[in-house]
């Protein structure tokens, strides 16, 4: 996303072979000389778009014969930072990265396919930067291909290392301090607790872990949605403290996004990204049901990590009677990122705000927090294995 990438069932993706090829939007930060790489399509025919600052000249090639991937290089084109994403139509993933003064786009076929055709794109009609376009098309393999293939000799190229992204929320800061305990505001305690996250996840190298801030400063709610679709999360998870009007009431709880705030999700979706590029595209009411479909898929995913949440930080911390709860808050509301917000406690609360003033007891619950973290990815790479 959000581009951002498009991550919707077996569904949406039936409705969109029905509709043919619709552009996927797979945002990216901004680059010099790569703005962002976009992935669209089906099963059928996945199209790869490359934004680009200037124009180029591409040069494909495969790695070793039949190892399933194709290499993109396109000369003079800088890479700051290694971009990626996973499966999505016939490419089982994907990296951009630079290599003898070239971008190179390395990509992992999912299936026997071949490029169908490639082009670049000048400015035009509204658009200010060229684009490299990559259409892959599903081939039927040939008698001779499957028996060089079935040969024990023949072998795939090792699979490109994806880390998954996690976007971390510190709550509120700046001018906005949040709730307040006896001792401790709540800017403080859920930054302090973000970066024990961060150090969590970093730890083992599986994730790319991007902070939505980093000190005390005030970032728009709007603007921690965009950043977590800029850096196409794969999870975004938004911390914060409670505070309630009796000093009894304690325990953490973890908010999903409702269904009657889910139409206010649509605001987040701009003009490049796929949904508008279906409706463009002239099929009437298209938008409208891939984007319920998105979100859909999205929520699912939501209120799948939300209980795996609760049953991991179970033991390190009390919850709420009622601790999975729906709202239409704004932090939740992108169509296309799988997003909880975590109460961690209530500041209004004398044990609660002990513990949250406790760097032991952020360390621990923000240790389990990333093995629930754990957990519910390689559950999700299990499921899409079988």
Same mark, same amino acid.
Do not use: C
């Given at each position: 996303?959000?581009?951002?990438?498009?991550?919707?069932?077996?569904?949406?993706?039936?409705?969109?072979?029905?509709?043919?090829?619709?552009?996927?939007?797979?945002?990216?930060?901004?680059?010099?000389?790569?703005?962002?790489?976009?992935?669209?399509?089906?099963?059928?025919?996945?199209?790869?778009?490359?934004?680009?600052?200037?124009?180029?000249?591409?040069?494909?090639?495969?790695?070793?014969p039949a190892s399933g991937r194709l290499v993109v290089a396109l000369p003079g084109v800088?890479?700051?930072?290694?971009?990626?994403?996973?499966?999505?139509?016939?490419?089982?993933?994907?990296?951009?990265?630079?290599?003898?003064?070239?971008?190179?786009?390395?990509i992992d076929l999912a299936g026997e396919a071949a490029i169908k055709r490639r082009f670049l794109l000048p400015p035009a009609d509204g658009i200010a930067?060229?684009?490299?376009?990559?259409?892959?098309?599903?081939?039927?393999?040939?008698?001779?291909?499957?028996? @060089? &293939?079935? %040969?024990? =000799?023949?072998? *795939?190229? +090792?699979?490109?290392?994806?880390?998954?992204?996690?976007? /971390? !929320?510190?709550?509120?800061?700046?001018?906005?301090?949040?709730?307040?305990?006896?001792?401790?505001?709540?800017?403080?305690?859920?930054?302090?607790?973000?970066?024990?996250?961060?150090?969590?996840?970093?730890?083992?190298?599986?994730?790319?872990?991007?902070?939505?801030?980093?000190?005390?400063?005030?970032?728009?709610?709007?603007?921690?949605?965009?950043?977590?679709?800029?850096?196409?999360?794969?999870?975004?998870?938004?911390?914060?403290?409670?505070?309630?009007?009796?000093?009894?009431?304690?325990?953490?709880?973890?908010?999903?996004?409702?269904?009657?705030?889910?139409?206010?999700?649509?605001?987040?979706?701009?003009?490049?990204?796929?949904?508008?590029?279906?409706?463009?595209?002239?099929?009437?009411?298209?938008?409208?049901?891939?984007?319920? @479909? &998105?979100? %859909?898929? =999205?929520?699912? *995913?939501? +209120?799948?990590?939300?209980?795996?949440?609760?049953?991991? /930080? !179970?033991?390190?911390?009390?919850?709420?009677?009622?601790?999975?709860?729906?709202?239409?808050?704004?932090?939740?509301?992108?169509?296309?990122?799988?997003?909880?917000?975590?109460?961690?406690?209530?500041?209004?609360?004398?044990?609660?705000?002990?513990?949250?003033?406790?760097?032991?007891?952020?360390?621990?619950?923000?240790?389990?927090?990333?093995?629930?973290?754990?957990?519910?990815?390689?559950?999700?790479?299990?499921?899409?294995?079988?």
């Amino acid at each position: 996303m959000q581009r951002s990438t498009v991550r919707f069932g077996a569904a949406a993706l039936a409705v969109v072979a029905a509709l043919s090829l619709v552009a996927a939007s797979q945002a990216a930060p901004a680059q010099s000389g790569v703005k962002q790489v976009r992935v669209g399509g089906s099963a059928a025919e996945t199209r790869i778009v490359l934004d680009l600052d200037s124009t180029v000249s591409g040069k494909v090639s495969t790695e070793t014969p039949a190892s399933g991937r194709l290499v993109v290089a396109l000369p003079g084109v800088n890479v700051d930072k290694p971009l990626q994403g996973g499966r999505y139509g016939l490419i089982k993933g994907w990296m951009l990265d630079e290599s003898g003064g070239a971008a190179r786009l390395r990509i992992d076929l999912a299936g026997e396919a071949a490029i169908k055709r490639r082009f670049l794109l000048p400015p035009a009609d509204g658009i200010a930067h060229y684009r490299y376009v990559i259409d892959l098309a599903a081939a039927k393999p040939s008698a001779a291909t499957a028996q @060089l &293939t079935s %040969r024990p =000799t023949q072998v *795939r190229a +090792a699979p490109l290392r994806l880390k998954k992204v996690v976007v /971390i !929320d510190a709550g509120h800061g700046g001018k906005d301090p949040g709730a307040r305990g006896q001792r401790l505001v709540e800017k403080d305690v859920t930054l302090a607790a973000a970066e024990a996250l961060k150090a969590r996840l970093e730890r083992d190298g599986r994730y790319k872990v991007v902070l939505t801030r980093s000190s005390d400063q005030y970032v728009a709610l709007e603007n921690r949605v965009q950043i977590a679709r800029r850096a196409d999360a794969d999870l975004f998870i938004s911390l914060h403290a409670d505070a309630g009007t009796e000093d009894g009431l304690r325990g953490a709880s973890v908010y999903t996004l409702s269904d009657k705030a889910a139409h206010r999700s649509a605001k987040f979706v701009n003009k490049e990204d796929w949904f508008i590029s279906a409706s463009a595209s002239g099929y009437s009411g298209v938008r409208d049901i891939l984007l319920d @479909l &998105t979100q %859909r898929a =999205t929520k699912n *995913r939501s +209120a799948a990590f939300a209980e795996v949440l609760l049953d991991g /930080i !179970d033991d390190h911390t009390p919850l709420l009677r009622r601790s999975h709860r729906e709202a239409g808050l704004a932090v939740l509301l992108a169509p296309d990122v799988p997003a909880v917000l975590l109460e961690m406690g209530f500041l209004t609360n004398p044990k609660d705000e002990a513990n949250l003033g406790s760097k032991a007891h952020r360390t621990r619950l923000m240790n389990a927090v990333g093995d629930t973290i754990d957990a519910y990815f390689t559950e999700r790479t299990t499921l899409a294995a079988r």
